[in-house]
């Protein structure tokens, strides 16, 4: 409960709440619930300039490995980046997310719709990455 309450305090302009939020989730949980956990907290302290914090918080998310990942960090990094606004580094991200085998559109890791993205909404590289008719 704690995990939705922390993302919509992001999306209504209350990210300093979410970064407390997901300070305390990410140290009490494991596997894929502390990812999105760091995930979050990268976002807020992105949204709310700490842009070294939110840095530190996309290195931790490549350090960790999870099971079976198929490219779910690296897509997380990406949405940090994309908040951040360097818009260049989370095409690269994204490009190697979908390299590994995350999805346009799948459960859980996605690239099509993901608001977190929303960032890169109208930039030709990401536009481009969107139709699969294209070389990326």
């Known amino acids: 409960m704690q995990f939705y309450r922390g993302r919509v305090l992001i999306r209504v302009g209350r990210a300093g709440e979410s970064s407390a939020i997901f300070t305390t989730l990410a140290t009490r949980d494991t596997g894929y619930a502390r990812l999105k956990d760091l ?43 994309a908040t951040l606004g ?21 459960l859980g890791a996605d690239i099509f719709g993901n608001a977190n993205l929303a ?15 294209e070389p990326r």
């Open 39 to 81: 995930n979050e907290l990268g976002i807020a302290e992105a949204t709310l300039g700490h842009r070294d914090v939110a840095l530190n918080v996309e290195h931790e998310l490549s350090s960790l490995r999870p099971r079976y990942d198929r490219g779910t960090p690296i897509l997380l990094q990406a949405e940090i980046a």
């Open 86 to 106: 360097d818009r260049d580094r989370a095409i690269v991200l994204l490009q190697q997310a979908l390299s590994r085998g995350v999805g346009l559109q799948q």
């Open 119 to 133: 960032p890169l909404y109208g930039y030709p590289p990401f536009e481009r990455m969107l139709r699969p008719d």
